[in-house]
């Protein structure tokens, strides 16, 4: 596709509940981060791919957050009994280069509400 | 102490007016700074990128970077009220000749005012 696109768009969910929450980078980018952006604050890291191994998971706030990107393309970050705390805007980004000066491109994001 | 740090603002300016934007960083190794624009609801987008000392220009945006002071700022020439937006600085942080990710400041948010 010709951006980074993310699914759903909102997602509303009782405490408790899971969720799955979808992103697909741009063709051919070989790195992939999610990001966690609460209300007034800038996005905070959470997780990186490149390709299909996840080689920084350090961001993760608890055990019930769990990314995958299996075939190096699509990604998924699920929550497991989401929290109040969980909500926040989900950021996915996508990005050519594995070298440090990069430029990342976003989705438009997950905004999840747990109720 | 977090380890990109900016004004939350906001910073009101009018149209026309040069808006100045300022960041500090507290990694020394950090090498690669961003200058992202986020409109309200939607996703950062990358307006600037600088690597060196000194200053970058791009149209109506000036990238200054000091590394010494660990210091890095955007400067917004002729300002239009679409510029209001949250500006956030991002640096890459972590050692050189591997993969780092960016970290964020929370973001100053500009108001052009016609």
């Known amino acids: 596709g010709a951006g980074v696109s993310q699914s759903p768009r909102y997602k509303v969910a009782k405490r408790g509940q899971d969720v799955a929450l979808r992103c697909d980078p741009i063709s051919g980018h070989v790195s992939l981060f999610w990001y966690q952006q609460a209300l007034g604050q800038g996005p905070e890291f959470l997780t990186y791919?490149?390709?299909?191994?996840?080689?920084?998971k350090s961001g993760l706030p608890s055990d019930r957050f769990f990314a995958e990107r299996p075939e190096g393309s699509v990604s998924t970050l699920k929550i497991q009994r989401t929290q109040q705390e969980d909500s926040a805007v989900y950021l996915c980004?996508?990005?050519?280069?594995?070298?440090?000066?990069?430029?990342?491109?976003f989705g438009s994001g997950t905004q999840l509400s747990v109720l | 102490q977090k380890e990109v740090e900016q004004n939350s603002g906001p910073l009101s300016v009018p149209e026309g007016a040069i808006a100045s934007l300022n960041c500090t960083y507290s990694d020394r190794v950090s090498q690669s700074f961003f200058w992202y624009r986020q409109y309200s609801g939607k996703s950062p987008e990358l307006i600037m990128s600088?690597?060196?000392?000194g200053d970058k220009e791009d149209g109506r945006f000036t990238a200054q970077l000091n590394k010494a002071s660990q210091y890095v700022s955007l400067l917004i020439r002729d300002s239009q009220p679409s510029d209001s937006a949250t500006y956030l600085c991002?640096?890459?942080?972590?050692?050189?000749?591997?993969?780092?990710?960016?970290?964020f400041g929370k973001g100053t948010m500009l108001l052009v005012s016609p």
């Open positions: 600088i690597y060196s000392n």
């Open positions: 991002a640096v890459n942080i972590g050692a050189p000749g591997r993969y780092s990710t960016l970290t």
């Open positions: 791919f490149q390709n299909e191994a996840q080689l920084d």
């Open positions: 980004a996508s990005s050519l280069s594995l070298l440090r000066e990069k430029e990342l491109f």
